[in-house]
């Protein structure tokens, strides 16, 4: 008898990740001929830092290809806790003991989600947001609750909203500052009003920070610096974004030692130490600050340049609305009512591709299906172009 698959209970409301999906299209579209321009991924275009790589070759050759501790080589986390010291306002010094280094922020995140909430929690979202936060709390049996900016806030939500929406079942909340998919960055004051909320309630804060270093203006506040305590705090980063190491899957998490000895427990039975090599190039990374501060900085004047140069664009299409981009590397643009389809983001981004070969993900992706999301980690005369036939299909000009 042949058995028919019936996905469990665990992944039954599951979708894939829409992000991904466009990615995967574009790169068809391209494979097949089709002279596309992908905006749609959340990816840095430039290589690793050369010191990087040579780091990691050099580990290579010296034998770094075993298995390490599930939570990270040593050296690493230590390098970790200091750079994240250099930041902390409040409180003891952060130790290695609480660093638990994953394969990319993702599974960090994910660890975080597994061992903070279960069933009948409720974990507030402030949205829209990156897809994956909705689906890791579900895989953690937890319920997310969205929480809808407003777009005179530059969609960024606030202490007072949050409160609102939270019951007696509210466990935590995840926080991300600079934003995917909207590029808004939270100031000072808004953090500490959320953190304040948080502790007093009694909430975990998952603080995303994987775009802090692209950030402009002023740049972007860590939970570090503003939090008065870490007892609820876990903050998340890694190397992919800022030092344009995607592919390498180096994540962290900070928090407080109970919960890195727990999500070092799930992480051992699930993917086990993150790749030996990748970690020591992380270490390079962090370990050697004035060549990565340099390289670091190149790469963030570079973004903000093509950020100017597509918002130039725009200004162009004075109709054209999008949220303030004062981090990441993404515009995130109002198609509300495009051609009268009820999923507007979705008609537009199917509009776009076939008629202007940009592609760009649907703000259904990230609850708010009135928007797209529309990334300038690309050259500066792509990303020209492709923002310009952006506009051309929205306003039809």
Known sequence: MSLIFQPSANIARLKESATLAVAAKARALKAAGLDIIDLGAGEPDFDTPAFIREAATAAITAGATRYTATEGILPLREAIAADANRLLAHGPPITAAEVVVSSGSKQSLYNACV?????????????????????????????????????????????????AAATPRTKGLMLNSPSNPTGAVYTQDELSAILT???????????????????YEGGARSALEVATTRDNLIVINGVAKAYAMTGWRIGWTIAPVAVSRAMTAFQSHTTSNAAAVSQHAALAALGRPQEADEAVHHMVREFQRRRDAVMAVLSAYPTVRYVHPAGAFYLYINVAGFRGAADAGAAFAAAVLEEHQVAVVPGSAFLTPDWIRASYATSESVAVAGFTRIARCLTGA
């Open 115 to 163: 061992c903070c909430f279960g069933p009948g929690d409720e974990v507030l979202i402030p949205s829209p947001a990156w897809t994956s936060y909705y689906e890791m709390v579900e895989l953690a049996r937890a319920v997310s609750v969205p929480v809808f900016g407003e777009e005179a806030n530059d969609l960024k939500v606030t202490a007072a909203q949050l409160a």
């Open 197 to 215: 909320l948080a502790a007093e309630r009694g909430w975990w804060v998952l603080a995303d920070e994987i775009y802090l270093r692209i950030a």
